[in-house]
């Protein structure tokens, strides 16, 4: 006959082993569960800070819309009335008067004494227009002949070349040509300009209003540039 083995007859170490599994099996359970929960909070924490994120993203893109449009109209404000600043000068009767008489005899002072003329046309004009060019914050001008010729200006290497369109471009000058107050992109300034302390200083980027100078009918006789 087979022997029969009793419970109480099993070795003790199937036992320990038996609770030994279990314990680790619960170990591992338990290590899952806790890698689970970090995964979770880890997935929404990033969940969390990438809506943070995208809102900052968000409203600093309606601030940076914003302060640009502020720019764009106080920008266009200061257009408008340097704009109208240089078309009071532009219109001033006396000025006119100055202005017309150079244009039409185009008698310019040039570097060696020459053209006495001119010199005594161009110092009634620096006379009568210095006052109104700082009263306006304006720090010079030139006058231009159709041509784009500098026939005079507040500083005397101003007068006498084409220069300036060359270093402003011609763009502005064919707009207000036509009948129109432009104004022209940043250029280096070929005469030294104040700064904010009254310092003068040299190649500091300038920038020109321009307007048409009244002529015969429709026609603008030159440009005022200031």
């Not at 502005?172 to 036509?178: G, N, R, S």
């Not at 432009?182 to 250029?187: G, I």
Request: proline share 4%; aromatic share 6%.
């Amino acid at each position: 006959m087979d022997k029969i083995v009793s419970p109480t007859n099993q070795d003790p170490n199937l036992g320990d082993l038996s609770k030994s599994k279990r314990l680790e099996t619960a170990a591992l359970s338990s290590v899952g569960l806790s890698v689970g929960a970090l995964l979770a909070v880890i997935a929404v924490a990033w969940l969390c800070l990438m809506a943070v994120e995208r809102e900052v993203e968000n409203n600093l893109r309606i601030e940076m819309q914003m302060s640009l449009a502020r720019s764009i109209k106080m920008f266009k404000i200061w257009e408008n009335d340097v704009a109208s600043k240089a078309k009071s000068i532009a219109s001033d009767l006396t000025a006119q008067k100055y202005i017309r008489s150079l244009i039409k005899n185009k008698k310019i002072p040039n570097q060696d004494g020459a053209g006495q003329t001119g010199a005594d046309q161009l110092k009634n004009l620096l006379d009568y227009l210095g006052p109104k060019i700082d009263q306006y914050g304006f720090f010079g001008f030139v006058i231009l002949d159709k041509q784009g010729h500098a026939l005079a200006a507040s500083e005397s290497k101003g007068i006498g070349h084409s220069k300036l369109l060359e270093k402003a471009g011609r763009k502005f000058f064919d707009l207000a040509l036509l009948g129109n107050t432009a104004l022209a992109l940043p250029f280096k300034s070929e005469v030294p300009i104040p700064d904010q302390q009254g310092i003068l200083k040299e190649n500091w980027p300038n920038m020109l209003i321009a307007t048409p100078l009244s002529g015969i009918g429709d026609d603008a006789a030159g440009v005022l540039a200031l």
